[in-house]
């Protein structure tokens, strides 16, 4: 018998930790995980429109509209590799987003299984992404709390690390407004279709990987 497929939504702050988990927890639980800002970042490396598009949008620290990112959405959950589910990474982000989702899932014969919302203040965000080193693969580091092996290489490939251009300290700043102005909302949904779940993201990322498994696997 086919089993119906899984879909968490990570929810929380620039920051919060939400890529850094998504990544372990999708291996955990064999799902894909889909992070929007990822996609954006790979058709941006590859030059395409739409990559050109969202950049003048995620320089700014502003969210791509609606009608472009629900479209890349729908198109990547539709994919083979996503048919036992994903864990969605910076997705939805609006209102518009979240009902966009539901419909969709519906469609695919899923719905929001589980929301953590990874709760972290403001101060320790912003400390966070002024550390946070990347490599071209999309994996996360951070120079104090989570260093690489060699400074400035990737673990696994010994690429170069880079800083993201959205992670200067306005840009920043702005992020984290546009979040409680636009995504902050959806803690509010979610508490109401009752898939919400609290993750106090201050934690070492290993204790909040256990907190996360242990919700997603109840
Ligand atoms: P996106 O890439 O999604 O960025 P974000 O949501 O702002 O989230 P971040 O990637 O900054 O943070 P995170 O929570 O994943 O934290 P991380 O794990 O890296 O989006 C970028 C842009 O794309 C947006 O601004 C927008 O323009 C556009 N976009 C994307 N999705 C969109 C959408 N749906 N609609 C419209 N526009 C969209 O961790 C951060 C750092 O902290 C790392 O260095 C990590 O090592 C460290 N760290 C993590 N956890 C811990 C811990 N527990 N303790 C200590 N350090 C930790």
Request: hydrophobic letters at 35%.
């Given at each position: 018998?086919?089993?119906?497929?899984?879909?968490?939504?990570?929810?929380?702050?620039?920051?919060?930790?939400?890529g850094t988990?998504a990544k372990?927890?999708a291996e955990?639980?064999?799902?894909m995980h889909?992070s929007?800002g990822d996609l954006f970042r790979e058709n941006l490396s590859r030059?395409?429109?739409?990559?050109?598009?969202?950049?003048?949008?995620?320089?700014?620290?502003?969210?791509?509209?609606?009608?472009?990112?629900?479209?890349?959405?729908?198109?990547?959950?539709?994919?083979?590799?996503?048919?036992?589910?994903?864990?969605?990474d910076?997705?939805?982000?609006?209102?518009?987003?979240?009902?966009?989702?539901?419909?969709?899932?519906?469609?695919?014969?899923?719905?929001?299984?589980?929301?953590?919302?990874?709760?972290?203040?403001?101060?320790?965000?912003?400390?966070?992404?002024?550390?946070r080193w990347m490599s071209r693969s999309g994996r996360v580091y951070?120079?104090?709390?989570?260093?690489p092996?060699?400074?400035w290489l990737d673990d696994e490939d010994g690429s170069e690390l880079y800083?993201r251009?959205?992670?200067?300290?306005?840009?920043?700043?702005?992020?984290?407004?546009?979040?409680?102005?636009?995504?902050?909302?959806?803690?509010?949904?979610?508490?109401?279709?009752?898939?919400?779940?609290?993750?106090?993201?201050?934690?070492?990322?290993?204790?909040?990987?256990?907190?996360?498994?242990?919700?997603?696997?109840?």
């Amino acid at each position: 018998m086919n089993e119906r497929a899984t879909y968490i939504v990570m929810l929380g702050p620039p920051g919060a930790g939400k890529g850094t988990q998504a990544k372990v927890i999708a291996e955990e639980l064999g799902l894909m995980h889909v992070s929007t800002g990822d996609l954006f970042r790979e058709n941006l490396s590859r030059e395409t429109e739409l990559g050109k598009l969202a950049a003048s949008y995620m320089n700014a620290g502003e969210l791509v509209p609606d009608d472009v990112t629900i479209a890349m959405v729908e198109e990547r959950l539709g994919r083979e590799d996503c048919v036992k589910g994903a864990i969605l990474d910076g997705f939805p982000r609006t209102p518009a987003q979240a009902e966009a989702l539901d419909e969709l899932l519906t469609r695919l014969g899923g719905k929001v299984d589980l929301v953590p919302f990874i709760k972290v203040p403001n101060e320790v965000l912003i400390e966070r992404l002024s550390g946070r080193w990347m490599s071209r693969s999309g994996r996360v580091y951070h120079a104090l709390y989570n260093p690489p092996k060699v400074k400035w290489l990737d673990d696994e490939d010994g690429s170069e690390l880079y800083q993201r251009d959205d992670d200067k300290p306005e840009t920043v700043a702005h992020r984290i407004n546009v979040y409680y102005e636009q995504t902050s909302p959806l803690i509010d949904y979610y508490q109401k279709a009752g898939t919400l779940v609290e993750i106090d993201g201050t934690q070492d990322i290993e204790v909040v990987t256990k907190d996360l498994l242990k919700v997603a696997k109840a």
